[in-house]
């Protein structure tokens, strides 16, 4: 009896710890998705020298910024939830004091079409949870 209920243990052990291993490998690869987005995104404004000095600053100053309020425990999540708001909103109004009106046109046209695809792709994964299909092996682009 002691047996089973160890090998069941140490089952579920093996289990929850391959789990969190594919959640941080989906985590990484989202991350990595957005990254390369954002630089894509960045690559077709055609920034000048000047500009991307003054998104580089923009950007570090809105990361230390989030990972403040993100690291405040005295700040319900409702409150952190509407800092971040406020910080989004206050990253895009720098954005657009540094781009010029074209480049904030082709910002807005490359965000409203990644934001397209981005929502086809997650309704697909609502119906397929919804459904009970699991996700099992990435498609292999050719």
């Given at each position: ?6 090998m ?36 077709q ?52 004091s ?12 490359y ?7 981005q ?13 009970g ?10």
């Amino acid at each position: 009896m002691k047996r089973i209920i160890l090998m069941a243990v140490a089952a579920l052990v093996v289990s929850v710890g391959a789990q969190a291993q594919t959640q941080r490998k989906a985590d990484t690869s989202r991350i990595m998705q957005m990254k390369e987005n954002r630089h894509d995104m960045m690559s077709q404004l055609n920034l000048t020298k000047d500009q991307k000095q003054k998104v580089r600053t923009l950007d570090q100053d809105n990361k230390s910024k989030i990972e403040a309020v993100r690291n405040d425990n005295s700040l319900t999540q409702e409150q952190k939830k509407e800092k971040m708001k406020e910080l989004r909103k206050a990253h895009q109004e720098g954005m657009n004091s540094i781009l010029t009106k074209d480049q904030q046109d082709k910002m807005k046209a490359y965000k409203k079409d990644h934001r397209g695809k981005q929502g086809k792709k997650m309704m697909k994964r609502k119906m397929n949870r919804k459904n009970g299909v699991q996700k099992t092996q990435a498609p292999v682009n050719s």
